[in-house]
């Protein structure tokens, strides 16, 4: 089936620096989602991608829907120990039609260090 | 209050019962889904409804059963719990025009 390779698997810095992770695929995605899963939460939408080559912000992150429609990549700028979590990319597969499953990366785990 | 939320919250059980995870949702999204999170695996979707009375089968559904009378229930059965079913499960919806998900916030099955 189709799968998403995400990395890094974790990252542990710095507080206040920046840190960048992505999502490739063999396959081409209609939609990109990232995800931050707090401990013991569900996860939690950050920002969405609708058509190739778009790029989104949301406060300190930013995240850029891939020309070839098989990436996304997600940047946080200074980074802060509240942004500690698993981030989640997601997409919307081009042959998923209406059901709208979404197919998750294994997900990068960040760590902060204060 | 409005939202989707999950019960119980912590589970445990014995191998070979059946339990049930509930999932209600208030704002009357038509696709609701159940994902698994394990160690290793990220979230891998056990069974997915786009209506009431319509569910099909995700990526790893055998030993789970659902149904979905309901627009805003839909219940997670496991008819004879084995320890490898010990996991955190979410449950999810989705409007008709917003791919985003929004998730519950987790139960945490332990099956012993």
């Known amino acids: 089936g189709q799968q998403l390779n995400q990395s890094p698997q974790s990252m542990f810095i710095q507080e206040g620096e920046d840190v960048s992770m992505n999502c490739t695929s063999s396959s081409i995605f209609n939609t990109w989602l990232w995800y931050k899963q707090d401990p013991g939460e569900g996860p939690v939408l950050l920002i969405a991608?609708?058509?190739?080559?778009e790029l989104t912000s949301n406060g300190r992150l930013t995240a850029q829907f891939g020309i070839t429609r098989k990436d996304s990549f997600l940047n946080i700028s200074a980074s802060i120990p509240s942004d500690v979590g698993i981030y989640f990319c997601a997409g919307l597969y081009h042959g998923s039609g209406n059901t709208g499953k979404l197919i998750f990366g294994q997900g990068t785990t960040l760590q902060v260090k204060p | 209050d409005a939202g989707i939320t999950q019960s119980p919250r912590y589970k445990i059980t014995e191998t070979g019962r059946q339990v049930t995870l509930m999932c209600h949702q208030t704002w009357s999204h038509s696709y609701m889904f159940w994902y698994r999170q394990d160690l290793g695996h990220g979230l891998r979707l056990i069974y997915y409804?786009?209506?009431?009375?319509?569910?099909d089968k995700g990526e790893v559904p055998d030993g789970y059963v659902v149904s979905r009378s309901k627009t805003e229930n839909f219940p997670l059965t496991l008819e004879s719990a084995t320890r490898s079913q010990t996991s955190v499960y979410f449950c999810?919806?989705?409007?008709?025009?917003?791919?985003?998900?929004?998730f519950g916030s987790g139960t945490r099955l332990t099956v012993v």
């Open positions: 991608l609708y058509k190739a080559g």
């Open positions: 409804s786009a209506a009431a009375d319509i569910t």
């Open positions: 999810a919806s989705r409007r008709e025009a917003n791919y985003g998900y929004t």
